[in-house]
């Protein structure tokens, strides 16, 4: 395998060219869920994946290359990341659930969850 | 032989990382996702970050690597906890045959939505449940 003049031979060579074809898979089918997940919540959690593949990628192609710095770019990348996904739990637990299923009047009558707090009570008890 | 251990554990990465985008496209809802996506990720991750140990020309290179492989094993626990929170609280669809455990439901009683269901709810009496029955939704 030959990448930007640098050359690795041998198995380390198949590795990287045979679990860079799965991670790659991978990501293809995590970008189908990013763009069809049903919730937001899905959407997370699949550009959460997304960014542990292209670290993993990333990775992968330091060994290709037999250059370090795309380590500190996957350092980099998981740090962003991991912001990124607090910030949009928080966000999802702020947003109206009517918005981010796309139906309207999801949301349940009063009633029914002042009898749901009332049985966790009555269980409790 | 270096060299063999380094390419098995790039392998065996790529191919939890497969398996984790593959339970991220066929599970039914939104936590058996997060499950299959954490998890088996995180792990593709470990091992295809540990793979450099083997290969690294410098001790710098590998602590680098391993750098990566620890923060990633702190940070995507807390992050799908996150996610998982506010995929409860907000409602999220949940696959029918799952059983929610009733002290988390009466502590997030104030501040939750009733989830919407997906697929047919599991018997009653069916500890197993059967293959066709519970056969989720593409």
Redesign the interface.
């Given at each position: 395998m030959i990448m930007l003049g640098a050359t690795i031979e041998g198995p380390l060579a198949w590795g990287v060219g045979v679990g860079g074809f799965f991670v790659i898979l991978g990501v293809l089918m995590t970008v189908y869920r990013l763009v069809l997940g049903p919730t937001l919540a899905d959407r997370v959690v699949a550009l959460d994946l997304l960014s542990v593949l292209l670290m993993a990628l990333l990775v992968m192609f330091a060994i290709a290359v037999q250059i370090a710095g795309y380590l500190d770019v996957a350092l980099a990348l998981s740090l962003v990341s991991f912001l990124a996904t607090v910030a949009f739990a928080r966000y999802i637990e702020r947003v109206d659930a009517t918005d981010h299923n796309g139906v309207s009047g999801q949301a349940q009558p009063a009633s029914a969850t002042a009898s749901d707090a009332a049985a966790g009570e009555a269980r409790d008890g | 032989m270096d060299?063999?251990a380094?390419?098995?554990?790039?392998?065996?990465?790529?191919?939890f990382?497969?398996a984790?985008?593959?339970g991220?496209?066929r599970f039914p809802d939104?936590y058996m996702?997060?499950h299959a996506?954490?998890k088996a990720?995180?792990l593709?991750?470990l091992f295809?970050?540990i793979?450099?140990v083997f290969?690294?020309p410098s001790v710098?290179?590998m602590v680098?690597?391993l750098?990566?492989a620890l923060?990633?094993l702190i940070?995507?626990p807390?992050?799908?906890h996150?996610?998982g929170?506010?995929?409860y609280?907000?409602?999220?669809?949940r696959w029918a045959p799952t059983l929610e455990d009733?002290g988390c439901?009466?502590v997030f009683?104030?501040h939750?939505?009733?989830p919407?269901m997906i697929g047919e709810p599991a018997a009653e009496t069916a500890a197993p449940p059967s293959a066709a029955a519970s056969q989720p939704p593409a």
């Amino acid at each position: 395998m030959i990448m930007l003049g640098a050359t690795i031979e041998g198995p380390l060579a198949w590795g990287v060219g045979v679990g860079g074809f799965f991670v790659i898979l991978g990501v293809l089918m995590t970008v189908y869920r990013l763009v069809l997940g049903p919730t937001l919540a899905d959407r997370v959690v699949a550009l959460d994946l997304l960014s542990v593949l292209l670290m993993a990628l990333l990775v992968m192609f330091a060994i290709a290359v037999q250059i370090a710095g795309y380590l500190d770019v996957a350092l980099a990348l998981s740090l962003v990341s991991f912001l990124a996904t607090v910030a949009f739990a928080r966000y999802i637990e702020r947003v109206d659930a009517t918005d981010h299923n796309g139906v309207s009047g999801q949301a349940q009558p009063a009633s029914a969850t002042a009898s749901d707090a009332a049985a966790g009570e009555a269980r409790d008890g | 032989m270096d060299e063999i251990a380094a390419a098995a554990l790039l392998i065996l990465g790529g191919v939890f990382c497969f398996a984790a985008s593959l339970g991220l496209v066929r599970f039914p809802d939104v936590y058996m996702r997060m499950h299959a996506a954490t998890k088996a990720g995180t792990l593709g991750m470990l091992f295809i970050a540990i793979a450099i140990v083997f290969v690294s020309p410098s001790v710098e290179v590998m602590v680098r690597a391993l750098l990566v492989a620890l923060f990633v094993l702190i940070t995507a626990p807390i992050g799908s906890h996150l996610v998982g929170r506010a995929a409860y609280r907000t409602g999220a669809p949940r696959w029918a045959p799952t059983l929610e455990d009733e002290g988390c439901r009466a502590v997030f009683a104030e501040h939750r939505r009733e989830p919407e269901m997906i697929g047919e709810p599991a018997a009653e009496t069916a500890a197993p449940p059967s293959a066709a029955a519970s056969q989720p939704p593409a």
